[in-house]
């Protein structure tokens, strides 16, 4: 039977004190009209970035115990959508999941969390990186950062890219089995972003129809933990309402530019991520404009 709601399996750290992970995912989705059901990851005093003491309590153990119960229950989820991983050992249950619990037509998202600024987030590890390569075949849609792609190909970072490599390597991504790759936080330097070096684009590839779109972001001179997965979240919410990819696109990248744009100047130390309450009514609200545009 279908669900009534669409309902998502996410798989995700819960961090006290932060609004990334389960504190984004769940209240984003659940404005959206979809049901978050969390298989944690972990448990974090705080988010890792910016924190050098937080605590974390490795679930991978009790992952196994959760999906036992699940498929005794012979729950269907119209979404799987996992994020920050503990283990190595966790990217198995993550597959597992998407294997035994996602419905026939069910969307499976992998957000690689990994790194970002070219440099592993602290507790990742190669071994991770060698995992993470593996689980994004299982995925039917994966939004790595730029320093995430690099890693999943290990290719060098550098802090710009041209258009065709870059394309070249999404579409190298999407060999590997996600029909969709969307890369975040891409340094294209082709001069068409915009005349502030800084500035930031979205590059999206559909294998299947070997197509791929781009959304610019306009600068803002500060960077915020947690933005990573406000994207991803209404990038999977918004799929699974059926939009298409390039009105997905769009939505995710002004949900998190408005999102910057209220916290920008408040005084809050970046640590705490965006004023994700101040804006979550806008989820439901229709796209003021259409920035997404295909790429030759």
């Known amino acids: 039977m279908r669900n009534p709601i669409p309902r998502v399996a996410a798989i995700h750290d819960l961090a006290g004190f932060a609004r990334t992970s ?11 009209g979809i049901q978050a059901t969390p298989l944690p990851t972990a448990i974090l005093s705080t988010q890792t970035v910016g924190y050098n003491d937080f605590t974390l309590l490795d679930l991978t153990d009790d992952m196994v115990r959760i999906l036992d119960h ?3 229950l012979g ?8 994020g920050f991983m503990a283990s190595t050992a966790q990217m198995d249950s993550a597959a597992r999941c998407i294997r035994n619990c996602l419905a026939p037509g069910g969307l499976a998202v992998v957000d690689p969390v990994l790194g970002d600024d070219g440099k592993l987030i602290p507790t990742m590890t190669p071994e991770m990186v060698a995992k993470m390569r593996w689980l994004i075949t299982c995925a039917d849609l994966i939004t790595p950062n730029f320093t995430e792609v690099c890693l999943l190909l290990d290719e060098p970072y550098s802090p710009e890219a041209d258009l065709p490599t870059l394309k070249g390597w999404l579409r190298r991504l999407a ?18 972003a915009s005349r502030k070096p800084e500035c930031t684009s979205v590059l999206a590839y559909e294998r299947d129809e070997d197509r791929f779109w781009r959304v610019d972001c306009s600068y803002i001179p500060a960077y915020y933990p947690g933005t990573g997965d406000v ?10 309402q059926g939009d298409s990819l390039a009105i997905a696109l769009d939505r995710a990248v002004q949900f998190v530019t408005l999102g910057i744009r209220a916290t920008f100047g408040q005084g809050l130390p970046n640590r705490e991520g965006i004023l994700l309450e101040r804006i979550l009514d806008t989820l439901r609200a229709p796209l003021g404009s259409y920035m997404c545009r295909l790429v030759d």
């Open 22 to 32: 389960l504190t984004a995912a769940i209240p984003i989705l659940s404005s959206m």
């Open 75 to 82: 729950l269907r989820f119209d979404g799987v959508y996992s």
């Open 175 to 192: 060999e590997n089995g996600p029909k969709t790759v969307v890369a975040t936080s891409v340094p294209l330097a082709d001069g068409q």
């Open 231 to 240: 994207f991803a979240s209404v990038l999977t919410g918004s799929l699974l």
């Open 70 to 72: 699940w498929e005794r």
